[in-house]
Each structure stands twice: as structure tokens, then as C-alpha cells.
């Protein structure tokens, strides 16, 4: 550990992008504007790897806010996800040079691009948890910005703006998290709450409470149920943007909050009954609906959900390193899966439906390859990437409990399923569409070749034990999260459960690889219906909350007017009452004189009677 | 002080003539009334040892004051009390409860009035005795002068609202005649009010 | 140089209104000076207690001083006025003599920040009055009348019991004097606190505003003229908060103890309130006027907790939505110049057209909902600190209008600047424009990400604040 | 004691007179009878407590009911010429 000013360069290079492209992007012009972007990317991550490789760093600016310090940490950790948000990012960006070619606000793209990956940094980088959220809402922001792309059109500002404000819910938990935080800490740096968490003299339950409300931030922002509805409307940005921010990257930031607060969490079985509980939800949810879409990238989104399921399961059962191990492995063969759907709507011209797909492999070869290959991960067969992360949160379940196992495996059966149903109907059968397929630039073939590799290659670092005794990220990154004892399994018992899945998951393949070509039975047809609409989870929210909640405003803004009338309305009853008084005002002088009479009365009465 | 025959003679003489200034409908009439009251209430001063304030009771106020008020009433040959329209009908409802309970409420704080055992003798409220009160700087000399001057200003007050026009002409200063104005527009003013009393 | 900071505007101002062909620059010229002074006099400031204090007898058989002088938090908002006017008059595209109305303005609000006499604190307070009384009877809308009604109602209303309350605070604590240090010394207590609060907080819960004393302000907004000089000037006396915090508070604090239940609510739920009615809003001044309403609600929110977060929040919001509040009036005032018209409904899409202005309302709007970074955040961070060991549920309240700010605001935004664009072009920012562009996004940012640069004065106000409750903290 | 009454009933006609008369002139003539009822009590009091002073107000009281009736029927008088009558209910311009 070091300090550095280094470690804060590290977020500047991308956001020096954003100001740059921001400011003179139309200047720099098309591709010049991509490589600075990527470049400056590739910057961060080299920096990045230097510092990691040097035992990472620390950077701190103290009282930033009263006793709050603006710190920066780079462990373990938050290497590992440097290394992803930077890796996988600077190959997206190469590849949107590509993608984004020929579009107007081809530099804007670029610095909304760069903005992200430096919010990003901020927020995986961050040590107080300020500083986190600062990243956090810019994540949200350059998502919001970026969703909305094209905001010429309404549905893309719709959907931008559903994305942003229901985020905001998860953005209110981690708030009211800090707020809670510091009422029982008096800090909010993530170091310092570790080792007061450690030393204990608190009120458990009130710590339940923090960890819900930072649980709640990340379900918003990793789109767990039930504030998923606004991942799927997220693709209507350009497909980068869904490759880099709605897959690989931000989605995992509710994980990686989590993992970070582990110390928290290890020991509270409510908290993590739930986490876990929330996971599975999301991992079904996220899976049925992928297997009744027809666009091609909201296939690939529903996708994303059931695998960010996964991780949250992961979290739950307290195999934290097993949770960014997925992510990493997810970061590749999921950005490769939605990069080749881009590659695929590259050559189509636009098109995202995959009923006007299919025959895909005969036309662009490559791509073909590249899908293959990410299907395979996500469908987890042997031994690609997705396979041993995969498994490591199966065996994880079965300690947790035999009957989460079986539940994950179901899981992870359609897990296999909706890969291969997207394989097939993309790539297999007739073209059915009328375009002239074209195989994309090697610009964006390139990246998909290194994205590819880690989608085979990046999951033999994280073997099980049986096989690999001491695999290499699990100390790496206990070092960072933490030392949680727990039994590791039988070597037989582990034997059999990795068989198992694997076995399962290649006859799911199989079957899924046949189903998927025939003609679809009618209550498949009648599921998929019903599954397009996600099950009509925005219809019951549209109805429940959302009008509710502009009915509200309209009264409430009446209400207002009404108030402003009541103020109002107490001068005119002055005035009122000075009317009422000024009709005593008769002019006649017998009326003035009765009055003066009556008064005279009035006031000997009670001088003599008092 | 013992309530005799006259005593009761003279409170039904002044009711009776109180009655009869505020209920009858000719104004002649009532003002004879009024005289007759003031009258009986200089009897009731003498009685009370009070008689050089009777004296000018009879003087100023029955043989002045009100035959001032008969010159008037003959001036303007207003004697009908019912002139006009009424416009506030229910008011003598309410004058005649508010008399009421005015009487009421006086009567019940004068009867509770407990006077001093051993008041000294008045000495007839002769002018001997009124006299050095009035002129004793120590006592109401101050007060007299301030009312001559009131009496005065009255007088000139009277004056000039009854004949505003002639006043403001005889004022207006010779070193500034007027010019710009008609040969005597008051005067035609005064005509027009003339024929206003004619018709 | 505090006087000459405090009286120049006005002079400039009567000058330039006696003298309109002076013209713009002469008030750029001077709002430009007040700027410098503003920022030497922060850049001299030790960092503890009063700086710059002075005093001279003004009726001292009643004990009434001249006394002026900055601590943190008067020297935070001693530069926001003074930026935004500049700001202002750099951008609003208004006739000279609003220019000097402006200006006279800046002067009162000025005395109001400086002032260490509780009677110049309250003849500022009202005088400050008479220029935006005057900026909507001259240059108003068609219902102006109604608004002018409104606003003086509430105004003079509310301050006629807080100045009954100015002398029960001297007479019955047994001050010496009005000057401040004097009235410190002899706080009211009793039952007599509790009603001499009130009559402050009536005053200044106008100021505020405070739920359910805002009533006042859309119409005040809705009317004022669309090039938003005026409705920037009127964010700018929203100095409740800070009266609330430099007088109210220090001078009763039994007083306030009484009341805080009640106004830590009214805070929280007006905070929410107005953030979700202004999704209903119907003009963008309306919603800017809500949004106002409800940023404030969580500056009070925090002030109220008593403790130095909340305060530090509390007072770095004030001056922060100062700055933004202000510069989004104005910007709301550039859309005008280009639409013609405020209302938030028809679709509008003139991002194709000014890609620039696009930005800047982006970056406005960023900051005004919070977005960390900007500069809304770090006070409604700190507020949030403070007010969670107060009351947690009602911190929950005020803060689902973080949530509610995300709607309303993103809402408004898109039908003006996103979807489909409308026919005729309109002309982006020109280079005056781009000025004011520049110079408010830096501000916003430096806000945002250094806000030590003004926390670490306003925390020894913070801390004395809560030490008056036994807060250790 | 009994013209301690007297005064009393006396000034309470006076009053119901005031109230009801509708000539300023009658009007006037109620007025004096309360006058007159206030300065009988004065000399009741006069009597009762033995003290002349009583009878020296009630002297400047006939002497400012003098003056008061001058410029009463002055400005009767007045009214009557431009006007043209003297009854009260249509003087109603002494109102705002």
C-alpha cells in the first residue's frame, strides 16, 4: 500500500476524455475522437495494473467534508474490478469505433463513454462511502445519458428516464444507509467501519437495518426484483452502451457494494436469507422472461438479470470471492454475447428482431464463432469460463443448502436454455430476414477475438480445489474481502456436484439445441406470451404505483393553489369583517344615537352591577 | 329628607311634562311642555337649596333658552313633528327598551348612592354663598373665563352660520378685490337661496 | 473594505437608476468589483469567529449600532450573492433600470449576511423588500398585482411579529444593546422564548420558505419577468435558513427546543411535498419555484436537527442552491428568449438546435437534483448526517423527494429539450451566454468537488450551534 | 333622594325623545331635557353631600347649554335653507 497521487490519475485519464470530447469532440472528428476515448482507457488500465502489481495504493484528501475524507483504495478488490471496468471497457470502446461509425454525435458517444468509466473508477476505487456514491450517481447519470443516446426518439428518453429515477430508489437506500452509518460509526470510510464493525459494542439489529438499506441501493442499481423493470427498457441505447454499462460493468456494481461490505453481512443469516432469497427471485425472473423475447437484445438483457441472480446468490451464501469471480467471468462472455448481437445488428442494418434472423453462421463466420463460444460460457459448459464460476456458486449453495443447490441448478438448466435459444435462433436455420449480411470491420472483430479468449480462458483461475488445490483468485481476493471460515466440501460430494452440472448443463444444451428448431409447441407460445411482457411486472407497477403517484402530484398541486387560497382567504375575511363593520356606517344619526344609548346602558350596567 | 306630598306632585309633573316634550306632535306644544318641566325643576332647586341656580334656571333656560327654540320652530314653521319619511321604523322599539333599561339601570345606581350622615347646610345656594366659589382662583375663576370665551365664540359661530355669505364678503380684503368674479356672485347665490326658502 | 463591499451595489445602482444610459456595463462593471471584494475578503478570512468586524454608535440611547461583520457562513453567502448578481446582470436580457433595481437589491441582501446589529439585521432584512417589490410591479406579468398582493402579505405579515419579538429578545433577556454578542450573552428563556421564537419564525419561515408558508412564492415566480433576474434575485432572499441559524436559534434556543418537533416535520414533509407536486407544474418557473421549496425544506431539515451536519448541510445548501436556484432561473430565462414561452408541456426538442444550451440545462439541472459531484450534494449529504441521528423516519420522508426530484425534473427536461425536435431552428448560446455557461458550471463543479473549501469554515459554526444543545459533536 | 330618580326617568325620556324624534329641532328639545336631568342629579348630589360646588357646574352648565343651543339652532337653521327640512333621516351624508 502506497500513497499515490497516481491512484486519483487513474480517474482523470477517462474523465480528461469526457472534457476533451465534451468540449472540442466535433473538432477531433470520427475516428481520431474512438481512439482517444479507447486510448486514454487503456491509459487507466495499464496505471491500474502497475499499481496493483506494486500492492496497491491508497490516495486521500482528508476532511473533505467535516470528518468526512474524499479516499481513494486500491486493494485487491477493487483491482479486480479495475481491471474488468478497464479491460473489457477499453475493448468495447474499440469495438464502438466500429459500431458507432457514421453516427452524428459520434464524439458525444465517445465522451458519455469516457464519463462512465470514470465514474465507474470513482466508484469501485472509492474508500468512503461518500466518494462511492459520488461514483455511484455518475454511473447512473452516464447510463441515463447514454440509454437516451438517440433522444430524438421518445421511447429512448422514456426508457433513459425509467432507468434513472428508478435507480434513484436504490440511491435513497444507500443514502439512508450512510446516514445510518455514521449515526452508529461517526465514519463513512468503508476501511474504518471494517474494523469498528470488528470491534463490535453496537446494536446488531440496527446493523441489519444499514446492510438492508445498502442492500437496497444495490438492488436497484444491479436491477434485482423488484426494481429490475428498468434493465430491459435500458437496450434501447446503443448496443456499447448495453455491452458495457447494462452487462459487463455497472449492473455489477450493487455486487461489488455488497461484497465490499461483507463485514457486515458474513455473520447476519437474515440479511443474508434475504440477499439470497432476492437472487433466486431475480435469477428466475431474469431467465423465463429471456426465453420469451424476440429482440434480440432484450434476449440478452433478461439474461444478464437471472446471471446478476446468480451473483446475488453468491452473496447470500457468503461465497464472496465466488461473486466477482462471476462477475469477471460474466464481464467477458456476456459483453461478447451482447457484442455479437451487435455485430449481428451491424450487418442486418438496424434490425433487432431475431424472427428476422437466423443463418447467421453461414454469413458471417466470425461472428458465429464468437457466439458460439459466449453461449457456451453462459450456458456453462465445460470448461469455459462460465462453467467454473458457475459451479463454485452451486457448490457454494450446497453447503448453504441441498435445496438451493437443486434450485440453482434448475437455474442454471435455463440458464443453459435461453443461451442456446439465442444461439439458434440468431445463428441456425434460414436467414428469414432481406438484408445483405456483411461480417463487421476488423475493428470490431478484434475485440470480440480477445473477449472471446477470456470467455474460454479467465475461468482456469478459478478452479475448484479438488482440482486445483490453491487456485489463484480466492486468496487473491480474500485478502481484500476478508477471511470468512467456512467447511469446505468433501472431495467425493464436490466430484459429484461438479459432474453433475456439468452434465446437466451439456444435456440442457442439447435438448435446448433441438427444441429451438422445431416449431414451437402451443403452451410454449402461451408462456411466451406471457413472458414477453415480463410478466406484466410494469403493467402492475404503471397501475399500482407510477399513476398513483402523478394522480398524487395533480392533487397535491391543487391542494397548493387551495392553500395559497386559504392565505388568501384569511385577508378577504378581514376585509369581510371591515365590510360587515362598515355597514354600521348608515348615515342616519338616530341609528349612531340608538348605538350611543345601547353603549351607555351597556357600560353604567356593568360599572354599577360589578 | 322625607318624600311628602309635593314631592310626589312634582316627580309626576316632571314625568308627565318629560312625556309630553318627547310624545307630542306639534313642537309648539312640546315646547311649552319643555318650559313647564324646566319650570318645576327650578321649583325642585329651590327646594333643594339651590336657589340662585333656580333663578337662572328660570332665566336662561325656561325664559331664553327654549323661547329661542319656539322662535325657531315659528322661523322655519316646523311645528309637525312628522315631517319626512321614517326610515327607521323598528328604531322606536329599540329606543324604547334602551329608555327602559336606561332608566333601569340609572334608578338602580342612584338608589345605591349612600349619602353622608351629617352633610352640611347649603346656606340656601345663595349668590353670597356661590359667588366666592366662582371667582376664587383656587376653585373655578379659570373654568368661568374659559366658558365667557365659549359663550362668545358661540355667539360669533351662530353668526356666521346663519349669514355665511355676508361675512365672507365683508372679509375679503379691500387691497384685493376680487376681478375675476362677477359683480357679486354671492349675491346671486344669496338670491338663489332666498328663492330656495320661497319655494 | 466590508463597507465599501456592503454599500457600493447600492450607490452603483441608485447611480445607474438615476442614470440609465451608464448602461449594462457600469452594472457589470459593478457587480464585477463586489465579486473581487467578496472573494478578498473570503481569501483574507482567518477562519474563526467575526471577521472584518466594525462598529459605530448609531442611536446608542436605545442601543443600536452600525456593527457589520463575516463569519463562515455569512462569507459563503456573501460570495453567492455576489456571483449571482453578477452572473445576473451579465446575462438577463433586461432593461438598465432592472439592472440597478438588482444591484440596490444586492446591497440589502448583503446587510442582511453582514450585519451583527439585530435592528440593521431586520431594517436590511425589510429594505431588501422594496427592490423586489418594485422588480415585479415594473417588470412583471399581466397578473402582477395579485402576486405583488400576495407576496407583500406574507412578507410584511410575517414580519411585523418578529419584530415585536426583536424587542421582547432585547428587554426581556436584558441586553445591553442590539449588536449581537450582546444579545448571545442574554438568550430568552421560558415561556417567553417559545412565543418570541415563534414571532421569528413566522418571518422567517416566509423567508424560507417553510411548508406551509411557500404558499407565496410560485406566483411570485410565475409573474416576475422570464429573463429570470428577477426570480434569481428572489432565490437569493430565501435567506430564512440563515436567519433562522445566525439569530433565531442563538438568541432562544429554548425557544427553538420548543418548537423543533413541529418544524423538523414541517421541514421533512414540505421537503417531499413540494418536490412531488412539482411534477404537476405547469410552467418551468412553477416547477423551479417547487424545486426551490423543496431544497429548502432540506436545509431546514438539517438546521433544525441541531447538530453540526446538519448545520454545515444545512448552510452549504443554502448557498449552494444560491447559485444553482439562481443560474437555473437564468437559464430558464435563455429558453425563453428562444421559445417564447415557459410552459413545461408542448415537446420541444431543442437539443438539436443548441447542443450547448443542452448541456448546460443538463448540468443545472444535475446540480439542482443533487447529483453527486455538483454542488448540490455535499450540504444535502451532511444534512442527511445530521438529521438521521435526529429522526430517522422523517429523514426517510425528506428524502424520498430524492426520488421525486429525479421525476419532476427529468420529466420537465425531456419536453423541452429531447424527443422530437421542433421545426424552426433556434440560435445556441452566444459568447455572452457562453460566459455565464463557463463561469456557473465551474462553480457548481468546485462546489461539488471541494466543498472543504467553504465546510471548513462553516464547521466551528456548526459546532457552536450544537454545543448551545449539549452536542458534543 | 327622590329627584336622584326623577333625574334618572327625566334623562331616560330624554332619551327614547332623542331616539324617536325625526325634526332635528325636537331632536334637540330631548336633548335639553337630558341636559337638564344631569344637572337636577348634580343638585340632588349637591344636596346630599353638602357641597356647592355641584351648583357651580351645574351653572356652567346652563351657560354651555346657552352656547350649544346658539349654534345647534345655527346650524339647524342652516340646514333648513339649503336643505329645506329638518328632519334627521335625510342628512345621511356622514357616511363614508
Same mark, same amino acid.
Given at each position: ?91 468495447? @470502446? ?11 454525435? &459520434? ?16 466508484? %469501485? ?140 453481512? @458474513? ?102 464463432? @464468437?457466439?458460439? %463460444? ?25 453447503? &448453504? ?79 481484500? %474481502?476478508?477471511?470468512?471460515? @467456512? ?124 | 329628607? /322625607? ?180 359683480? /357679486?356672485? /354671492? ?13 | ?12 445602482? +441608485? ?54 461583520? !463575516? ?37 440589502? +441582501? ?102 406551509? !408558508? ?29 436567519? !433562522? ?17 413541529? +418544524? ?34 432540506? *436545509? ?56 450547448? !444550451? ?46 421525486? *426530484? ?38 457548481? +463543479? ?28 | ?96
Amino acid at each position: 500500500m502506497q500513497e499515490t497521487f497516481l491512484l486519483p490519475l487513474i480517474i482523470a485519464l477517462p474523465l480528461l476524455g469526457f472534457v476533451l470530447l465534451g468540449l472540442f469532440g466535433k473538432r477531433i472528428g470520427e475516428p481520431a475522437a474512438g481512439w482517444l476515448a479507447s486510448l486514454l482507457v487503456l491509459g487507466s488500465f495499464l496505471l491500474g495494473l502497475v499499481l496493483l502489481l506494486q500492492g496497491g495504493a491508497r490516495w486521500a484528501l482528508p476532511d473533505w467534508l467535516p470528518g468526512i475524507p474524499f479516499s481513494l483504495n486500491l486493494d485487491n478488490l477493487s483491482g479486480v474490478m479495475l481491471m474488468v471496468v478497464t479491460g473489457v471497457g477499453f475493448l468495447i @470502446h474499440v469495438w464502438a469505433i466500429g459500431y458507432m461509425h457514421g453516427d452524428p454525435g &459520434y464524439s458525444r458517444f465517445f465522451s458519455y463513454f469516457n464519463l462512465f468509466i470514470a465514474a465507474m473508477l470513482v466508484l %469501485i476505487l472509492g474508500d468512503s462511502l461518500p466518494v462511492v456514491f459520488i461514483g455511484w450517481e455518475g454511473v447512473g447519470l452516464a447510463s441515463y445519458l447514454l440509454i437516451g443516446f438517440w433522444y430524438h426518439e421518445r421511447i429512448n428518453v422514456d426508457s433513459a428516464r425509467k432507468a434513472f429515477i428508478v435507480n434513484r430508489i436504490g440511491d435513497l437506500g444507500f443514502l439512508l444507509a450512510m446516514g445510518l452509518l455514521w449515526s452508529m460509526f461517526g465514519t463513512l470510510s468503508i476501511s474504518e467501519l471494517a474494523e469498528k464493525v470488528e470491534a463490535g459494542g453496537y446494536s446488531f439489529t440496527t446493523l441489519t437495518l444499514a446492510g438492508f438499506f445498502l442492500l437496497v441501493g444495490a438492488m436497484g442499481k444491479s436491477a434485482q426484483v423488484p426494481l429490475m423493470v428498468w434493465l430491459p427498457d435500458a437496450m434501447a441505447g446503443p448496443t456499447p452502451v448495453s455491452a458495457l454499462i447494462h452487462a459487463a460493468t455497472m449492473v455489477t456494481a450493487g455486487v461489488y457494494l455488497l461484497v465490499r461490505h461483507a463485514f457486515m453481512l @458474513h455473520d447476519d443469516a437474515y440479511l443474508s436469507g434475504l440477499i439470497v432469497f432476492i437472487g433466486l427471485l431475480t435469477a428466475f425472473y431474469g431467465a423465463l422472461c429471456s426465453l420469451g423475447q424476440w429482440d434480440i437484445k432484450r434476449i440478452v438483457a433478461y439474461t444478464t438479470l437471472s446471471q446478476l441472480g446468480f451473483m446475488f446468490v453468491a452473496v447470500g451464501v457468503g461465497a464472496y470471492w465466488v461473486a466477482i469471480f462471476h462477475i469477471v467471468t460474466h464481464a467477458f462472455f456476456k459483453a461478447l454475447m451482447f457484442m455479437t448481437s451487435g455485430s449481428v445488428i451491424h450487418a442486418l442494418g438496424g434490425e433487432q428482431d431475431v424472427r428476422k434472423m437466423g443463418g447467421m453462421r453461414k454469413y458471417l463466420p466470425a461472428t458465429h464463432l @464468437h457466439g458460439l %463460444i459466449a453461449a457456451f460460457a453462459s450456458g456453462g459448459l465445460v470448461p469455459l469460463a462460465g462453467f467454473w464460476s458457475k459451479d463454485a456458486i452451486l457448490a457454494y449453495s450446497f453447503e &448453504y443448502g441441498p435445496w438451493l443447490w437443486f434450485l440453482m441448478l434448475l437455474a442454471s438448466v435455463l440458464a443453459a436454455l435461453y443461451s442456446i435459444r439465442w444461439y439458434v435462433l440468431v445463428f441456425w436455420g434460414e436467414y428469414r430476414g432481406k438484408e445483405h449480411p456483411h461480417e463487421s470491420p476488423a475493428v470490431m472483430l478484434w475485440p470480440n477475438h480477445i473477449l472471446m479468449g477470456g470467455a474460454i480462458g479467465v475461468g482456469f483461475m478459478g478452479l475448484p480445489y479438488v482440482i486445483d488445490y490453491k487456485n489463484f483468485i480466492e486468496p487473491f481476493l480474500t485478502k481484500a %474481502i476478508g477471511e470468512f471460515p @467456512h467447511e469446505k466440501l468433501p472431495v467425493l460430494t464436490e466430484w459429484v456436484l461438479i459432474l453433475t452440472s456439468a452434465v446437466v448443463a451439456i444435456a440442457a444444451l442439447w435438448w435446448g439445441f433441438r427444441f429451438f428448431q422445431q416449431r414451437m409447441p402451443a403452451w410454449y407460445k402461451r408462456f411466451q406470451a406471457a413472458a414477453l411482457q415480463g410478466f406484466y411486472v410494469d403493467a402492475l407497477y404503471n397501475a399500482l404505483l407510477v399513476n398513483p403517484a402523478k394522480g398524487l402530484a395533480e392533487l397535491l398541486f391543487g391542494g397548493d393553489k387551495g392553500l395559497l387560497a386559504g392565505f388568501a382567504g384569511l385577508g378577504s375575511l378581514m376585509g369581510g369583517l371591515g365590510s360587515l363593520l362598515a355597514r354600521l356606517e348608515t348615515g342616519a344619526l338616530r341609528f349612531y344615537l340608538a348605538g350611543l344609548v345601547l353603549a351607555l346602558v351597556i357600560l353604567v350596567g356593568w360599572g354599577v352591577l360589578r | 329628607m /322625607s318624600i311628602g306630598f309635593w314631592e310626589v306632585l312634582a316627580l309626576l309633573v316632571l314625568v308627565g311634562t318629560g312625556l309630553a316634550v318627547v310624545r307630542l306632535q306639534n313642537a309648539v306644544h312640546a315646547a311649552l311642555a319643555l318650559i313647564a318641566n324646566f319650570l318645576v325643576v327650578a321649583g325642585v332647586y329651590v327646594a333643594l337649596e339651590a336657589r340662585f341656580v333656580a333663578m337662572i334656571q328660570i332665566i336662561v333656560y325656561a325664559g331664553a333658552i327654549v323661547v329661542l327654540f319656539l322662535f325657531v320652530i315659528m322661523l322655519l314653521s316646523a311645528a309637525s313633528a312628522n315631517v319626512g319619511q321614517d326610515l327607521l321604523p323598528r328604531l322606536s322599539w329599540v329606543a324604547a327598551l334602551g329608555a327602559l333599561g336606561l332608566a333601569c339601570v340609572l334608578t338602580y345606581a342612584v338608589t345605591r348612592f349612600q349619602p353622608p350622615v351629617d352633610a352640611p347646610a347649603l346656606g340656601g345656594g345663595l349668590p353670597q354663598a356661590l359667588g366666592p366659589l366662582l371667582y376664587d382662583p383656587e376653585k373655578w375663576l379659570y373654568a368661568l373665563l374659559v366658558v365667557g370665551f365659549l359663550l362668545l365664540v358661540a355667539t360669533v359661530a351662530a353668526v356666521v352660520l346663519i349669514e355665511p355669505e355676508r361675512i365672507v364678503a365683508a372679509t375679503s380684503h379691500p387691497a384685493h378685490p376680487r376681478q375675476d368674479q362677477k359683480p /357679486s356672485p /354671492s349675491a346671486g347665490q344669496q338670491k338663489d337661496e332666498k328663492a330656495v326658502v320661497k319655494r | 473594505m466590508i463597507h465599501v463591499g456592503l454599500w457600493l451595489p447600492l450607490l452603483a445602482g +441608485l447611480l445607474l437608476f438615476m442614470v440609465p444610459s451608464l448602461g449594462r456595463t457600469f452594472a457589470i462593471l459593478s457587480a464585477a468589483v463586489s465579486l473581487a471584494i467578496a472573494v478578498v475578503l473570503f481569501a483574507g478570512y482567518g477562519g474563526q469567529g467575526v471577521a472584518y468586524a466594525s462598529q459605530t454608535p448609531f442611536l446608542p440611547e436605545v442601543g443600536v449600532y452600525y456593527a457589520v461583520g !463575516l463569519d463562515g457562513a455569512g462569507l459563503l453567502l456573501w460570495i453567492a450573492v455576489s456571483l449571482v448578481v453578477l452572473l445576473g446582470v451579465w446575462v438577463a436580457d433586461v432593461p438598465v433600470r432592472f439592472l440597478a433595481l438588482a444591484l440596490m437589491m444586492q446591497t440589502g +441582501l448583503l446587510g442582511i449576511f453582514a450585519a451583527q446589529d439585530l435592528v440593521f439585521f431586520y431594517a436590511f432584512f425589510e429594505a431588501t423588500l422594496i427592490p423586489a417589490l418594485l422588480m415585479l410591479w415594473f417588470y412583471g406579468g399581466g397578473d402582477r398585482l395579485r402576486a405583488i398582493y400576495i407576496f407583500a402579505l406574507f412578507t410584511l405579515v410575517g414580519s411585523l411579529p418578529m419584530l415585536a419579538s426583536i424587542f421582547a429578545v432585547r428587554y426581556l433577556g436584558g441586553a445591553e444593546s442590539f449588536l449581537y454578542t450582546d444579545l448571545v450573552a442574554h438568550p430568552l428563556t421560558g415561556q417567553a422564548a417559545a412565543l418570541a421564537f415563534l414571532g421569528f419564525l413566522v418571518a422567517l419561515a416566509v423567508k424560507t420558505p417553510l411548508f406551509p !408558508l411557500h404558499a407565496w412564492l410560485p406566483s411570485f415566480h410565475q409573474q416576475n419577468h422570464p429573463s429570470g433576474l428577477a426570480d434569481a434575485m428572489g432565490t437569493l432572499y430565501k435567506v430564512g435558513v440563515f436567519a !433562522l441559524f445566525k439569530w433565531a436559534i442563538p438568541l432562544m434556543p429554548e425557544g427553538f427546543k420548543e418548537w423543533q418537533g413541529l +418544524l423538523l416535520f414541517l421541514a421533512a414533509f414540505g421537503a417531499l411535498y413540494a418536490a412531488w407536486l412539482a411534477f404537476s407544474a405547469p410552467d418551468w418557473k412553477t416547477l423551479l419555484a417547487y424545486a426551490g421549496v423543496s431544497h429548502m425544506g432540506v *436545509a431546514a431539515l438539517g438546521l433544525f436537527s441541531g447538530n453540526m451536519e446538519g448545520t454545515v448541510g444545512a448552510l452549504y445548501l443554502l448557498g449552494a442552491s444560491m447559485v444553482y436556484g439562481s443560474a437555473m432561473f437564468l437559464f430558464v430565462g435563455l429558453v425563453y428568449k428562444r421559445t417564447g414561452s415557459l410552459d413545461v408541456l408542448p415537446v420541444r426538442g431543442l437539443a438539436k438546435h443548441t447542443p450547448a !444550451l443542452y448541456v448546460l440545462g443538463m448540468f443545472l439541472l444535475m446540480a439542482m437534483i443533487g447529483l453527486p459531484g455538483l454542488s448540490g450534494f455535499p450540504g444535502e449529504l451532511m444534512v442527511l448526517l445530521g438529521a438521521y441521528q435526529v429522526s430517522p423516519w422523517l429523514t426517510f420522508l425528506a428524502f424520498l423527494a430524492v426520488i421525486a *426530484a429525479a421525476a419532476y425534473a427529468l420529466t420537465a427536461f425531456q419536453k423541452l429539450f429531447q424527443e422530437t425536435p421542433q421545426a424552426q431552428a433556434v440560435p445556441d448560446m452566444d459568447s455572452r451566454e457562453w460566459g455565464f455557461a463557463a463561469v456557473t458550471v465551474g462553480v457548481l +463543479l468546485l462546489m461539488g468537488l471541494y466543498p472543504k473549501l467553504f465546510t471548513a469554515y462553516l464547521e466551528p459554526l456548526g459546532k457552536a450551534l450544537a454545543a448551545l444543545f449539549g452536542g458534543a459533536s | 333622594m327622590i329627584w336622584l330618580v326623577a333625574s334618572a326617568l327625566l334623562f331616560s325620556i330624554g332619551a327614547y325623545g332623542a331616539l324617536t324624534r325625526r325634526t332635528a329641532i325636537l331632536m334637540f328639545l330631548s336633548i335639553e331635557l337630558m341636559l337638564n336631568a344631569a344637572a337636577l342629579s348634580l343638585i340632588s348630589f349637591s344636596k346630599l353631600t353638602g357641597s356647592l360646588d355641584a351648583q357651580v357646574v351645574v351653572l356652567f352648565i346652563i351657560a354651555i347649554a346657552a352656547a350649544e343651543v346658539a349654534v345647534g339652532l345655527g346650524l339647524i337653521v342652516a340646514i333648513f335653507r339649503r336643505r329645506e327640512t329638518t328632519s334627521v333621516d335625510e342628512l345621511r351624508q356622514l357616511r363614508g
